[in-house]
């Protein structure tokens, strides 16, 4: 395929069985050269992200179906973010008595139908995600009132908001795929539980409900984990929480194969959005492209870097 792709900058994959669980940015080129140390073999490396912008697609069709969708969003605002959840982490007693919990009946973590937002609550906290948000909003331009945290990140507050508004949303929380929890039956993101649980609210976000929602974003940003695995054990990738951001509006997201560092995150969605803000036409696969050859440059492993995927349109905004 070298010569296939020798005068392409931008490959647009639609992968399917295993492969949908690969991000292609970790594929190299040529072979490994001797270093010294890790990092630099890591800046060696001939990573195909050196050289290729990449962008996913679920489906072939979906391409067509993308591009039919002249221009870009008409949203009047440009971020509205939401993350770092009111969580407290698992029972301090139950650490120091060194019980590690396991995974109970349905009922545990279900009652009703509706999550136990006890269980939710348990999950650990995840403060560095206020300092990405508000970083990101602050290269936007993002009203203070746009970025929603703590006790603001919640189902209702969501479910009230005037998506449509907004070009690019983000969440940076918890992403759960099928089973994380106890009787969890789809993809899920994880905001600030109620005290009382009722169907407009019980602290998770699931993708029945984000498609349900109407978005105009040129993107959707999920920094969280596993954000682009499928609807249970054994689904393919890109068939659960992205896909229902699509079917809710999003042209492109941003999605995760697997826990991110947290410090990761901000660098590359904050590099990112530096980028388009500098450079509108410079599309968005190749802004995150950029994104990731500066951490590669500083020596960072693909743990660090390579989880991330753009799913969707990734050419020039206007294309």
Same mark, same amino acid.
Request: with cysteine; net charge positive.
């Given at each position: *395929?070298?010569?296939?792709?020798?005068?392409?900058?931008?490959?647009?994959?639609?992968?399917?069985?295993?492969?949908?669980?690969?991000?292609?940015?970790?594929?190299?080129?040529?072979?490994?050269?001797?270093?010294?140390? &890790?990092?630099?073999?890591?800046?060696? #490396?001939?990573?195909?992200?050196?050289?290729?912008?990449?962008?996913?697609?679920?489906?072939?069709?979906?391409?067509?179906?993308?591009?039919?969708?002249?221009?870009?969003?008409?949203?009047?605002?440009?971020?509205?973010? *939401?993350?770092?959840?009111?969580?407290?982490?698992?029972?301090?007693?139950?650490?120091?008595?060194?019980?590690?919990?396991?995974?109970?009946?349905?009922?545990?973590?279900?009652?009703?139908?509706?999550?136990?937002?006890?269980?939710?609550?348990? +999950?650990?906290?995840?403060?560095? &995600?206020?300092?990405?948000?508000?970083?990101?909003?602050?290269?936007?331009?993002?009203?203070? @009132?746009?970025?929603?945290?703590? @006790?603001?990140?919640?189902?209702?507050?969501?479910?009230?908001?005037?998506?449509?508004?907004?070009?690019?949303?983000?969440?940076?929380?918890?992403?759960?795929?099928?089973?994380?929890?106890?009787?969890?039956?789809?993809?899920?993101?994880?905001?600030?539980?109620? @005290?009382?649980?009722?169907? +407009?609210?019980?602290?998770?976000?699931? #993708?029945?409900? !984000?498609? #349900?929602?109407?978005?105009?974003?040129?993107?959707?940003?999920?920094?969280?984990?596993?954000?682009?695995?499928?609807?249970?054990?054994?689904?393919?990738?890109?068939?659960? +929480?992205?896909?229902?951001?699509?079917?809710?509006?999003?042209?492109?997201?941003?999605?995760?194969?697997?826990?991110?560092?947290?410090?990761? #995150?901000?660098?590359?969605? &904050?590099? &990112?959005?530096?980028?388009?803000?500098?450079?509108?036409? !410079?599309?968005?696969?190749?802004?995150?492209?950029?994104?990731?050859?500066?951490? !590669?440059?500083?020596?960072?492993?693909?743990?660090?870097?390579?989880?991330?995927?753009?799913?969707?349109?990734?050419?020039?905004?206007?294309?």
């Amino acid at each position: *395929m070298a010569g296939v792709l020798a005068d392409k900058k931008h490959l647009i994959v639609v992968p399917t069985g295993a492969l949908t669980s690969l991000p292609f940015q970790v594929l190299v080129t040529a072979p490994p050269q001797a270093a010294a140390t &890790t990092a630099e073999a890591m800046r060696r #490396a001939r990573w195909l992200i050196s050289t290729h912008a990449i962008s996913v697609l679920p489906s072939v069709p979906s391409l067509g179906a993308l591009r039919k969708v002249t221009g870009g969003s008409a949203a009047g605002r440009p971020f509205f973010g *939401m993350g770092d959840p009111v969580l407290q982490g698992p029972d301090p007693a139950d650490k120091q008595r060194g019980i590690k919990r396991r995974a109970g009946p349905p009922s545990r973590y279900y009652r009703n139908g509706l999550a136990d937002t006890r269980a939710v609550r348990e +999950l650990q906290p995840l403060p560095d &995600t206020a300092d990405e948000l508000l970083a990101i909003g602050k290269v936007l331009g993002a009203k203070k @009132e746009d970025i929603n945290l703590r @006790e603001a990140a919640s189902e209702a507050r969501l479910k009230a908001a005037p998506l449509t508004s907004y070009r690019v949303i983000q969440f940076a929380t918890h992403g759960l795929v099928a089973g994380d929890l106890s009787g969890l039956a789809e993809p899920a993101l994880v905001l600030t539980p109620p @005290e009382v649980p009722s169907e +407009l609210d019980d602290g998770l976000l699931t #993708a029945s409900e !984000i498609a #349900a929602l109407k978005l105009d974003a040129d993107w959707v940003v999920l920094s969280a984990c596993n954000t682009a695995a499928g609807e249970g054990e054994g689904a393919e990738a890109l068939s659960g +929480l992205a896909r229902a951001f699509f079917y809710a509006g999003a042209r492109t997201l941003l999605v995760s194969h697997w826990a991110v560092y947290s410090t990761a #995150a901000t660098e590359l969605t &904050t590099g &990112t959005f530096s980028r388009i803000a500098k450079s509108p036409r !410079i599309g968005r696969a190749e802004a995150f492209r950029q994104s990731m050859l500066r951490l !590669i440059a500083d020596g960072k492993p693909p743990a660090y870097w390579a989880p991330f995927v753009v799913v969707g349109e990734g050419a020039p905004l206007g294309k």
